[in-house]
T-cell receptor, first 114, second 111 residues
Framework: AQSVAQPEDQVNVAEGNPLTVKCTYS??????LFWYVQYPNRGLQFLLK??????LVKGSYGFEAEFNKSQTSFHLKKPSALVSDSALYFC????????????FGTGTKLQVIP | DTAVSQTPKYLVTQMGNDKSIKCEQN?????MYWYKQDSKKFLKIMFS???????INETVPNRFSPKSPDKAHLNLHINSLELGDSAVYFC??????????FGPGTRLTVL
């Protein structure tokens, strides 16, 4: 069975500081990994994904994530946080084989303080 | 030119009623999904269809019945609504099993 863990319910960071939102995963095969963002009263929006290739993946709005196979992690990062980045962030994983469902983490609320 | 649309946006109803939520995508995707997001913001997949065929059916009460009349539509019908069904329901679509595109959500309140 696949799973994904987001150990922090909330992350607070000062505007202009770097931010990290943590994610670890477990799959039996090769992982497909995703980050989504949800603003209040909106649906989830895709930020970035790792399928194969470079471990450092760049996505929308200046976000990036690093795939670390040995640590089974896919942490989301941004060099300089903006107040507008405040939202709920979801990590998601699926196994690469066949029609597998995507499993979402429990979400991490990012609060960027002006 | 909305990619994934859901109707209605809000649904308030009494316990025991039957209601439907409609979803349409104009992205040409083969795969569509229904998710339930509870009050703690946990997101749980309910169903997935690929080319009108049910491929994922999680442990969901059989009061919930999805219907896909064509590749662009996936509707969710709920019988005998219960208080615990109150949540935000999201429809999504994807090209195969890649990135998912979510609708704006339907907030269901059961009184």
């Amino acid at each position: 069975a696949q799973s994904v863990a987001q150990p922090e319910d909330q992350v607070n960071v000062a505007e202009g500081n770097p931010l990290t939102v943590k994610c670890t995963y477990s799959v039996s095969g090769n992982p497909y990994l995703f980050w989504y963002v949800q603003y209040p009263n909106r649906g989830l929006q895709f930020l970035l994904k790792y399928i194969t290739g470079d471990n450092l993946v760049k996505g929308s709005y200046g976000f990036e994530a690093e795939f670390n196979k040995s640590q089974t992690s896919f942490h989301l990062k941004k060099p300089s946080a903006l107040v507008s980045d405040s939202a709920l962030y979801f990590c998601a994983v699926r196994d690469s084989g066949g029609y597998q469902k995507v499993t979402f983490g429990t979400g991490t609320k990012l609060q960027v303080i002006p | 030119d909305t990619a994934v649309s859901q109707t209605p946006k809000y649904l308030v109803t009494q316990m025991g009623n039957d209601k439907s939520i409609k979803c349409e995508q104009n992205l040409g995707h083969d795969t569509m999904y229904w998710y339930k997001q509870d009050s703690k913001k946990f997101l749980k997949i309910m169903f997935s269809y690929n080319n009108k065929e049910l491929i994922i059916n999680e442990t969901v009460p059989n009061r919930f019945s999805p219907k896909s009349p064509d590749k662009a539509h996936l509707n969710l019908h709920i019988n005998s609504l219960e208080l615990g069904d109150s949540a935000v329901y999201f429809c999504a679509s994807s090209p195969g099993v890649d990135t998912q595109y979510f609708g704006p959500g339907t907030r269901l309140t059961v009184l």
